[in-house]
């Protein structure tokens, strides 16, 4: 059974840094392509990073150079740092385990960035 959990949501202020990690099981996790997405309500689902089994990585315009996503194979875990958040980076953030051929979601973890 796979699973996706993720952590290390939480209230930050604007400015500041928090780090999510993403536990993936059920896989052979290096060989999978793990990713972030996000969502606010009322919004739809919003991709935000992904990082391949090759490492290579891929931001979208709105976190690019702010955010940075990486995986430790090791731990079977993926990351994602983010950095000099904005309050618009309140959101639900997802991780995602797409591992032959199949996306697998987690539950989400809440970023609240505060003014």
């Known amino acids: 059974q796979v699973q996706v959990v993720e952590s290390g949501g939480g209230l930050v202020q604007a400015g500041g840094s928090l780090r999510l990690s993403c536990a993936a099981s059920?896989?052979?996790?290096?060989?999978?392509?793990m990713g972030w997405f996000r969502q606010t309500p009322g919004k739809q689902r919003e991709w935000v990073a992904t990082i391949t089994s090759g490492d290579s990585s891929n931001y979208a315009d709105s976190v690019k150079g702010r955010f940075t996503i990486s995986r430790d194979n090791a731990k079977n875990t993926a990351y994602l740092e983010m950095n000099s958040l904005k309050v618009e980076d309140t959101a639900v953030y997802y991780c995602t385990a797409t591992y032959r051929g199949i996306r697998y979601w987690g539950k989400g973890t809440l970023v609240t960035v505060s003014s």
């Open positions: 059920g896989i052979i996790f290096g060989i999978a392509a």
